[in-house]
């Protein structure tokens, strides 16, 4: 049987499964700072795709204006690393119109429920998750990729936070056996008090623990992925990150400010 497995980059995690690696799929959340067709040069994106080939599942978030950015990144992989990615790009959300993107080899992963916005009724969310479900062999998932609001400060965006066991009930209200698992850019770190009822009631647990950090310049564990506590597909503590700035730039803090403002 399929486990999962996810690991994480400064913008980018994924927590690696157990075992051997014919049994793993590795999961990826990046926040790729405002992608848009018009902002990314072929040789950007082409070292964007280097990155994301080392995944089976990635989710994106900050995608801007539209969808040809990630069709323009799929090309290149499948291009240059003979690799199928299939995309589900969502619609526009919040007040800067920003969409997230999923991408999955085809080879290993298929789609099983096109990918929707939370629902939102209670307007909790500036830009709401953005949910889609897939299947592995005799894995199957929920995914919502989540990108919480930066705000003035921490009280403006802590309840958003708050809401986030919210989410884990509603998908879970609609009876499916799959497992729920959120990724993205949270702005809080995992020890935050806003996350106290997804932890009281020991309904999911977290991929990366202080010292961690996942931001360019190692300032913030903000970026993280939350599954179900008693799932049997993860293992516990898992989770890694690869720190792409200093693995792929390794002359230091001038490339790294560059990746901040343009990756």
């Not at 995690?13 to 992608?35: G, Q």
């Not at 040789?43 to 990635?58: C, Q, T």
């Amino acid at each position: 049987m399929k486990k999962l497995a996810f690991l994480i980059l400064p913008f980018l995690f994924a927590l690696p499964s157990p075992n051997l690696s014919a049994e793993e799929i590795k999961l990826a959340s990046w926040n790729i700072r405002n992608i848009s067709d018009a902002s990314r040069s072929d040789a950007e994106l082409g070292i964007i795709s280097l990155v994301l080939f080392r995944y089976d599942f990635i989710a994106i978030q900050e995608v801007r204006t539209d969808d040809k950015a990630i069709k323009r990144i799929q090309k290149i992989l499948k291009d240059d690393f003979q690799v199928d990615y299939e995309i589900d790009v969502s619609g526009p959300v919040g007040d800067k119109g920003e969409r997230y993107a999923f991408l999955w080899r085809k080879d290993r992963i298929s789609q099983t429920k096109a990918g929707s916005f939370y629902s939102d009724t209670n307007d909790q969310f500036v830009r709401e998750p953005y949910c889609g479900s897939f299947q592995a062999s005799s894995f199957d998932w929920t995914l919502c990729a989540v990108h919480i609001k930066f705000g003035a400060n921490q009280a403006d965006r802590r309840p958003e936070i708050e809401a986030m066991d919210d989410v884990y009930r509603a998908i879970k209200a609609q009876g499916q056996e799959r497992d729920i698992i959120t990724c993205g850019d949270f702005n809080f770190p995992p020890t935050d008090h806003g996350w106290d009822e997804l932890k009281s009631e020991d309904l999911m647990s977290f991929a990366m623990s202080s010292p961690a950090r996942t931001t360019i310049g190692d300032k913030s564990l903000y970026d993280n992925c939350w599954w179900p506590t008693f799932t049997s597909e993860v293992i516990l503590g898992s989770g890694e990150v690869y720190e792409f700035d200093e693995l792929m730039y390794p002359e230091g803090a001038v490339c790294r400010a560059w990746l901040s403002t343009h990756l």
